[in-house]
């Protein structure tokens, strides 16, 4: 069964350095999300892509946060420089189109020290 | 805006009991869709139903079982002789009329005891 990549599954840094999170969806999956988990909440959206282009990013904080797919297939998130505030999980979900259900990867687990 | 809400923070049964998950919602789109998601302590969110706004039928998969009544906005989630496996964290989940905005509840923790 295809299923969502994820990586780093964890990734433990100090504030201030950088971090990146990679996605590799579902083969044939136009449309990709990242998510923040905070721990004992439900996912947020961070990020929404239809093939390479960025559909939703309102909730991405774009002074810190980047996210790219530029050949519309994996994608990168990328945090510079990482805060406390940003420990969290990282869940990609790729999904057929817009209203379809997404399939969550495993997440990547960050925690800023 | 959209909105998930689910009371239900935290909820223990004893195995082979059946449980009930509350979901209720607010939108504005007359078009929109309702998820239910499972996420086990493995943290993996396995997605389990979507029911489109139009479709008030309830739906039946085994031992699980959804409730979607408009009139009162919610989407209700029941699991018939609970087992251990079932525990996990349980995310009701709606998204817009494009469905570009999927927007989770808080989720409730369903703890099944042997």
């Known amino acids: 069964e295809a299923e969502v990549a994820q990586s780093p599954r964890y990734k433990i840094t100090e504030k201030s350095q950088a971090v990146a999170f990679w996605c590799d969806p579902i083969s044939g999956h136009a449309t990709l999300y990242w998510y923040r988990q905070i721990l004992g909440q439900g996912p947020e959206l961070l990020v929404q892509f239809q093939d390479e282009s960025v559909v939703d990013d309102s909730q991405l904080p774009k002074d810190r946060f980047s996210a790219e797919r530029l050949k519309g297939v994996d994608s990168t998130l990328k945090i510079q420089p990482a805060e406390l505030g940003d420990s969290a999980m990282y869940l990609c979900?790729?999904?057929?189109?817009?209203?379809?259900?997404?399939?969550f990867g495993p997440g990547t687990r960050l925690t800023v020290t | 805006a959209q909105k998930v809400t689910q009371a239900q923070t935290e909820i223990s049964v004893v195995e082979k009991e059946d449980v009930t998950l509350d979901c209720v919602y607010e939108?504005?789109?007359?078009?929109?869709?309702l998820f239910w998601y499972k996420q086990p302590p493995s943290g993996e969110l396995v997605f389990l139903i979507r029911?489109?706004?139009?479709?008030?039928q309830n739906e039946i998969s085994g031992r699980y079982s959804w409730n979607f009544q408009k009139s009162t906005s919610s989407f209700n989630f029941t699991i018939t002789a609970s087992q251990v496996v079932d525990s996990a964290v349980y995310f009701c989940?709606?998204?817009?009329?494009?469905?570009?905005?999927?927007?989770f509840g808080g989720g409730t923790r369903l703890m099944v005891k042997p």
């Open positions: 979900a790729s999904g057929e189109g817009f209203s379809y259900e997404q399939y």
């Open positions: 989940a709606l998204s817009d009329n494009a469905g570009n905005m999927l927007t």
């Open positions: 939108t504005r789109d007359t078009t929109y869709y």
């Open positions: 029911r489109n706004s139009f479709d008030e």
